[in-house]
């Protein structure tokens, strides 16, 4: 499968955007998905991952309240929602899937087996 991130940009703190991720290649109903993130600096973190069947979701301590996962089937697409955005949500972010990502460790580690490029989100007034 390949993954087409996009959606990223500036916004003022509070402020929304909408991350899409569309795959191709695969449906992503035969997937995990997960986002993640990378801040300069930073490793890699887990943002908001569901299971193939949406049985199990995690989500950052950070983020809970705050952002939503979301998939149309008809688009091959996965959404990240991020609503009240503050500063320290600035990071590339990247989408994923994984048909079984507790082969390889938990849900929501940044070892799925198929990445899309990043999208940059910049917080900041």
């Known amino acids: 499968v390949q993954l087409q991130a996009s959606g990223g940009g500036s916004v003022q703190p509070g402020g929304s955007l909408r991350l899409s991720c569309a795959a191709s290649g695969d449906t992503l109903d035969d997937y995990a998905i997960g986002w993640f993130r990378q801040a300069p600096g930073k490793e890699r973190e887990g943002v908001l991952c569901?299971?193939?069947?949406?049985?199990?979701?995690y989500y950052h301590d950070s983020v809970e309240g705050r952002f939503a996962i979301s998939r149309d089937n008809a688009k091959n697409t996965v959404y990240l929602q991020m609503n009240n955005l503050k500063p320290e949500d600035t990071a590339v972010y990247y989408c994923?899937?994984?048909?079984?990502?507790?082969?390889?460790?938990?849900?929501?580690?940044?070892?799925?087996?198929?990445w899309g490029q990043g999208t940059q989100v910049t917080v900041s007034s």
């Open positions: 569901v299971s193939r069947g949406g049985g199990g979701t």
């Open positions: 994923a899937a994984d048909p079984d990502p507790l082969r390889r460790g938990s849900l929501c580690e940044p070892t799925h087996a198929y």
